[in-house]
């Protein structure tokens, strides 16, 4: 695991970790992207991972319906109580 201080972390990473995942109520692969303000949101995800624990950020695919009636999994991520 990343010494949390070692690095400053960067505004992507800063916006996602004291947005709604900060909470602990889930958050949605979309809302990520327009938190961070790229698509990129899974790649910012990984790297708050990999800085605070992969035990911090809990993540979960959820089985849905898509507007085409065909089933999919959205990702969607919160703060464990570690993380928090």
């Known amino acids: 695991m990343m010494n949390p201080s070692a690095k400053p972390m960067t505004p992507r990473q800063e916006r996602v970790i004291r947005a709604p995942v900060g909470t602990g109520e889930w958050t949605s692969r979309e809302a990520i992207d327009r938190i961070a303000g790229a698509s990129n949101g899974p790649e910012v995800i990984r790297q708050l ?4 624990g992969y ?3 809990q993540m979960e695919r959820v089985t849905v319906v898509d507007r085409d009636g065909l089933l999919t999994q959205l990702g969607r991520y919160r703060l464990t109580d570690t993380g928090r």
């Open 49 to 52: 991972r990999q800085r605070f």
């Open 55 to 57: 035990d911090a950020i």
